[in-house]
């Protein structure tokens, strides 16, 4: 599966911003779904993941309440919307795939290229 990610940019704190990864091929309702961030001189960390049906969504603490991860099978393309944003936010996003769901939040197969989110104070 191949995977591109966009909807980055640069906003002010507090307002909210909504990624796209689109997805090729036919397959992709037997995916599991994840984002992932990497802020400048930091390891990539996992952000948010979602099952192949929808019906289960994972986040990371620092998102919680503020992120929320969806899908649409029918366009082959999953979401991150973000709200009330912090500078801390601030990284390249990566969506991701894995048909195995213990691995969607660690280590998925398959990744996007990033978009880069800037949160200005």
């Known amino acids: 599966v191949q995977l591109q990610a966009s909807g980055g940019g640069l906003v002010q704190a507090g307002v909210s911003l909504r990624l796209s990864c689109a997805a090729s091929?036919?397959?992709?309702?037997?995916?599991?779904m994840g984002w992932f961030r990497q802020a400048p001189g930091k390891e990539r960390e996992f952000v948010a993941a979602?099952?192949?049906?929808?019906?289960?969504?994972y986040y990371t603490d620092s998102v919680k309440g503020r992120f929320t991860i969806s899908r649409d099978n029918a366009k082959n393309t999953v979401y991150l919307q973000m709200s009330s944003l912090k500078p801390e936010d601030t990284a390249v996003y990566y969506c991701?795939?894995?048909?195995?769901?213990?691995?969607?939040?660690?280590?998925?197969?398959?990744w996007g290229q990033g978009t880069q989110v800037t949160v200005s104070s």
């Open positions: 979602i099952n192949w049906s929808g019906a289960n969504t």
């Open positions: 091929g036919r397959t992709f309702s037997s995916y599991n």
């Open positions: 991701a795939a894995d048909n195995r769901l213990v691995v969607i939040t660690s280590t998925p197969r398959y």
